[in-house]
């Protein structure tokens, strides 16, 4: 088991940047594959980024792809998401995520919902123009 608290959203004007972070509980934190999603108003909830348990490899959505960068810590239980160059269409609740059994193997990153099974309440992240 694990618990999520994600932090650090905001109100940003486009073009600016914002890092939001994830803290988690409990000592197996490094056993985890770890991922951002986000969901905007109306439509479905879509993976951003996502980070091997060691921090190894990364894997991102070609929307985000060159902007943003997930990191982790895994000293402090934490996951980071830097946000860059952010658009209007960045806007939304974004949520961190850690995978569920069977976890992923080598260098794969998961990246769909289904292989997530604990989740974070969700930080608010606007962009303004």
């Known amino acids: 088991q694990v618990q999520l608290v994600e932090s650090g959203g905001g109100l940003v004007q486009a073009g600016g940047s914002l890092r939001i972070s994830c803290a988690a509980s409990?000592?197996?934190?490094?056993?985890?594959?770890m991922g951002w999603f986000r969901q905007a108003p109306g439509k479905e909830r879509e993976f951003v980024a996502g980070i091997t348990k060691n921090g190894g490899n990364t894997y991102y959505a070609e929307s985000v792809k060159g902007r943003f960068t997930i990191s982790r810590d895994n000293a402090k239980n934490s996951v980071y998401l830097q946000m860059s160059s952010l658009k209007l269409e960045d806007t939304a609740v974004y949520y961190c995520?850690?995978?569920?059994?069977?976890?992923?193997?080598?260098?794969?990153?998961?990246?769909?919902?289904?292989?997530?099974?604990?989740w974070g309440q969700g930080t608010q992240v606007t962009v303004s123009s």
């Open positions: 409990g000592r197996t934190f490094s056993t985890y594959a």
């Open positions: 995520a850690a995978e569920k059994p069977p976890f992923a193997v080598g260098e794969y990153v998961p990246r769909l919902l289904y292989q997530y099974g604990y």
